[in-house]
């Protein structure tokens, strides 16, 4: 006798609440058209088109096949990484750190859920910025807080506005989080930005969630980390990591510095969620500070040429404007003139241009009328971009048909 069951088995209603990062979905979009034969520009990804540098690779390999190093590690990193961690961010960001106070994990975003999880009781309210990267707000939600968007706008440089901020705060609020240099926009706040914040953290005991994964890649200007601003060490958690600097995305190596009194929070949610971060990854990542920093700066130089390149092919083109982003590797221009919605603008240039680019709102609401383009890709395939989106959007500038997946 065959017997059928029926089984009645749903998700927990959290996960109604946690969002995802749509570069991820816009990346299958464009690989499935490659697929099909058409030539397709990625100039959706926040990735380095770099290889990691040599040397990084070559102590990785060294920890795996010579040493030994494929068991677990401290829940918080290998003592030596924590230590040259400390000891970089005193050199490069000024904030003075014990290699106690420095959690490695595999990524960064572990450092905003760990900080969501450890800080945020359901109804408390957390300012961050829109558009910013989409998992602030979705952790939020997820942890049940009240996400608080802080509008960014064009004609503040897509700079948080230190006064709207001011008027956002509430008591419930807990934590304000920023990201500087800024995605998707590549704004970089001033010092005078980060000492309202700062202002605005100590008069409210506010925590502060400083992500600043591109701090690296600020083109102009001195680097100032909020942590090291009076009576902010105690209250800031410093996110920060391999990937952007050193084009090592896919090792999944980031780290946190976290005030003393955070750290046993850390620590235990390291145990009950990953147990530690890969052992010879964080061989590589000590190589990466300790080593030769000649390929970063190359890489860096290089970002900054293609910058140039592609700001100004945007501005040439009718009916766009982009401002000159200050750091990471990201345009944000405006393309509201053509009559359709970031996200329709997208999709018609990915299936008529072959250019895949991201809507603004993936980023959040106040990202409409924008686009996201990474230019993490060579000199050549821009120019070809550039062409391309210039030609598609003159075709709608034109009165031609908006093209859609189903075309």
Not at 186 to 207: F, K, M, Q, W, Y
Not at 271 to 276: L, Q, T
Not at 321 to 328: I, L, Y
Not at 381 to 395: F, Q
């Amino acid at each position: 006798m065959t017997h059928r069951y029926t089984y009645h088995v749903r998700l927990a209603n959290r996960m109604n609440e946690i969002g995802t990062e749509t570069a991820f979905e816009a990346s299958a979009r464009a690989r499935a058209l490659a697929a099909t034969g058409r030539d397709v520009i990625y100039l959706q990804i926040g990735e380095p088109d770099f290889d990691t540098p040599r040397h990084i690779s070559e102590a990785a390999s060294r920890a795996l096949l010579d040493e030994g190093m494929t068991h677990y590690t401290a829940a918080e990193g290998i003592a030596p990484l924590r230590e040259a961690i400390a000891a970089d961010v005193l050199r490069w960001k000024g904030i003075v750190a014990t290699p106690e106070q420095v959690v490695v994990t595999p990524g960064a975003k572990p450092i905003m859920f760990y900080a969501m999880l450890a800080l945020i009781e359901p109804g408390d309210e957390v300012i961050y910025p829109n558009p910013g990267f989409p998992i602030y707000e979705s952790m939020v939600d997820f942890v049940g807080g009240v996400a608080v968007a802080a509008p960014l706008r064009e004609e503040n440089d897509f700079r948080m506005d230190v006064a709207e901020v001011a008027s956002l705060v509430t008591p419930k609020t807990r934590m304000i989080v920023f990201n500087t240099p800024h995605n998707p926009c590549g704004s970089v706040l001033t010092p005078g930005d980060l000492h309202a914040i700062a202002e605005l953290a100590n008069r409210h005991d506010l925590v502060i969630l400083a992500d600043e994964i591109y701090g690296r890649l600020q083109y102009e200007g001195d680097w100032l980390s909020i942590a090291t601003l009076p009576g902010m060490a105690e209250r800031t958690i410093t996110l920060d990591g391999f990937s952007k600097t050193f084009a090592m995305t896919g090792w999944r190596l980031g780290y946190g510095i976290v005030p003393m009194w955070m750290q046993p929070a850390y620590s235990t949610l390291v145990i009950n969620s990953v147990s530690c971060t890969n052992a010879f990854a964080q061989a590589g990542a000590i190589a990466a500070l300790t080593g030769p920093q000649d390929a970063a700066a190359a890489m860096r130089a290089e970002f900054t040429a293609r910058r140039s390149l592609i700001v100004d092919g945007l501005n040439a083109i009718d009916g766009v404007s982009c401002v000159m982003p200050h750091g990471a590797f990201y345009a944000f221009p405006n393309v509201s003139a053509f009559g359709h919605s970031s996200s329709q603008i997208a999709t018609h240039l990915l299936y008529n241009a072959g250019v895949s680019v991201l809507s603004g709102t993936s980023f959040g609401r106040h990202g409409e009328g924008y686009l996201r383009i990474s230019y993490a890709n060579s000199r050549e395939n821009i120019s070809r971009a550039l062409e391309r989106i210039a030609a598609s959007l003159g075709g709608l500038a034109a009165g031609g048909p908006l093209t859609t997946a189903s075309d």
